[in-house]
């Protein structure tokens, strides 16, 4: 058994770009046909193309697929996508005002491997409202998912941890009717330093500090540079030996409003950009980071000072960051032009490589996830039996390196790691290299500019460099132009479904028609205009053939069947046609 998951960022466009690239070829002048729409429109004959070329995969799952339930069922539904042939789905669309038109995720699941779903398994209507998660049960097991909020300020952190809480209360309701609980989705969150790229993984200055108080030898001044051992790296005696130029330096930080200019389209933006004071009574300028949208923004990841929320569920303090966190990157920054200490690419990786560098340690939804996987119930991740879960990916995969989901479109898929795509066979299949030559296709994808124009369109090659290897656990690269997103694989092994997706009887499973399935297949609840005047129709057709088959006197109306035939009109009633006869 194959299960895919995958933001889509969209799920029309990504649907666009594969019924455009994955078409079968058409058919010859003599015999062919217009596609009707109960195929999709020509549309399921790619869609299934695709999916077969990936595995045929059991269960499929998506992220942000943006669609409104009114659209499904309807003429504006992207290329019939409910009713992918051989498959049922499940939605949850995003229904609250403001969330219309955004999130939304949806499982695809082959026939006979499903007896029900739910749209609001978070037993929120707020939550279940914003189109955040779908659970289907498959028998003996249930597959959540999830797209979770991310975060870039104290609020919309609060709104993640209500979505993560939420979601282990759910698990573990299902894990007390004795099921088993498979999680996927974009979580927005991380659960291991890998999950980071270098530059962004975070330093806790203060236990270098305390380090180096700890090693030094007493020769010299409390807390300088530390002599012994010779293993006290020279990027932590950096550290050590400026921490308080960089402190006072901090000290005079300010946001500062900036005009940028598109360099294509020559459009103008308000922006801000940090910037400290150095020399002599603070003479020098020097600009930090980069423009953003908001004075918060371009502060933000310069603080130095403990920051907490307030907890609604409880009412508690919760630290989200320790006082002297920075980021490698800020930190290389800091050091470069307030320090004169200048950082190579090659002493930047050894501080993401380091044990002082790591994902941030106090991050609630950072906690929640390592919650769930070392199974002590914490942080809201859930409380029943058996909770711990696997991350299986690190579990198949415990020293791959460079693996995300995630690449900047804008950037042309470049990563920090200073490794090329270079194409060569010869890379470590674990190392950043290899991962990099994946996610572009060795060098043949290409990223979009900033002025403006997309992203380049792919040769045949690099498009199908997607398919390379077959069904497998781990990373499917699918190409930049479909999304932002690559896609994650997990291969059961064989027989899991016949074994698995039984009823507790050991049946086959038959698809339920309880209220909860129904709603989260609102395409089955709509009738479309085409459906009413089918039904219509067969009505009159019916009454009209009892009629004729009545004894009728002669010169009656049912004498002349001519005269029993309906105009269209007449299903409407009586109309005002503008003239008289």
């Known amino acids: 058994m194959l299960i895919i998951s995958w933001n889509v960022a969209g799920l029309k466009p990504a649907l666009n770009k594969i019924v455009s690239d994955y078409a079968p070829p058409p058919a010859p002048s003599s015999s062919r046909k217009k596609p009707s729409s109960a195929d999709g429109g020509g549309s399921h004959a790619a869609v299934s ?90 028998g003996r097991f ?36 004795g099921k088993k609980v498979i999680l996927v989705g974009d979580m927005n969150l991380k659960a291991d330093k890998r999950d980071v790229v270098r530059r962004a993984r975070v330093v806790e200055v203060d236990r270098i500090l305390a380090e180096a108080a700890d090693r030094d030898d007493g020769d010299g001044p409390a807390g300088g540079e530390p002599s012994e051992p010779p293993s006290f790296p020279q990027w932590k005696r950096d550290v050590v030996r400026n921490w308080d130029r960089i402190v006072s330096a901090l000290g005079t930080i300010e946001a500062v409003p900036r005009k940028t200019t598109n360099p294509t389209t020559k459009e103008t933006f308000d922006r801000f950009r940090a910037r400290v004071r150095l020399g002599p009574g603070g003479s020098q300028y020097v600009s930090l980071g980069q423009h953003e949208d908001t004075p918060e923004e371009a502060l933000g990841c310069y603080g130095l000072s403990e920051v907490s929320y307030d907890d609604p569920s409880s009412g508690e303090s919760v630290v989200i960051r320790n006082r002297n966190a920075l980021s490698v990157d800020v930190l290389a920054e800091l050091m470069n032009k307030v320090c004169g200490a200048r950082w190579d690419d090659e ?44 991350d299986v990916f690190r579990n198949f995969y415990p020293k791959a390196e460079g693996r995300f989901t995630c690449w900047h479109q804008m950037k042309g898929l470049s990563k920090d790691e200073g490794a090329g795509a270079t194409g060569r066979t ?20 290409e990223g979009g500019g900033y002025g403006g124009g997309g992203i380049a369109t792919a040769t045949r090659r690099a498009l199908d460099s997607q398919f390379l290897g077959g069904p497998h656990t781990g990373i499917v690269y699918t190409p930049p132009s ?50 009413f005047f089918g039904s219509t129709a067969k009505a009159a057709n019916s009454a009209g053939e009892k009629k004729r088959k009545q004894p009728t006197a002669s010169g009656s109306k049912g004498a002349n069947p001519k005269k029993d035939k309906k105009s269209l009109h007449s299903f409407f009633g009586k109309q005002n046609t503008g003239s008289k006869k």
């Open 142 to 177: 249930v597959v959540f998912n999830v797209y979770v909020p991310m975060h870039r300020d104290r609020e919309a952190l609060v709104r993640k941890m209500r979505v993560l809480r939420a979601l282990g209360n759910a698990m573990d309701r299902q894990r007390a009717l």
């Open 426 to 445: 010869d890379l470590d299949e674990l190392g950043d290299a290899a991962a990099l030559s994946a996610t572009t296709a060795s060098g043949l994808f």
């Open 49 to 138: 193309n695709y999916l077969a070329r990936h595995g045929s995969p059991a269960i499929l799952c998506l992220q942000e697929h943006k669609i409104p339930p009114s659209q499904l069922s309807s003429r504006s539904e992207p290329h019939r996508c409910s009713s992918v042939p051989g498959y049922e789905s499940f939605w949850s669309c995003a229904t609250l005002p403001g969330c219309r038109g955004f999130n939304g995720v949806v499982t695809y699941v082959k026939e006979g491997l499903v007896s029900g779903a739910s749209s609001t398994p978070l037993g929120d209507p707020d939550l279940d409202g914003q189109g955040r998660c779908v659970m289907t049960d498959h």
């Open 482 to 531: 479909y999304s932002d997103h690559v896609a994650i694989s997990l291969l059961m092994r064989e027989g899991f479904g016949g074994e698995y997706c039984r009823t507790a009887g050991g049946g086959a499973l038959e698809l339920g028609t309880d209220p909860e399935t129904k709603k989260a297949q609102p395409h089955k609840r709509q009738r479309s205009i085409a459906s």
């Open 347 to 390: 002493t930047v990786r050894a501080v993401g490589d380091s044990d002082s560098a790591g994902i941030n340690p106090a991050c609630p939804a950072h906690r929640w996830m390592r919650c769930l996987l070392d199974g002590d119930g914490g942080g809201g991740a859930g409380k029943g039996e058996g909770r711990r879960m696997v």
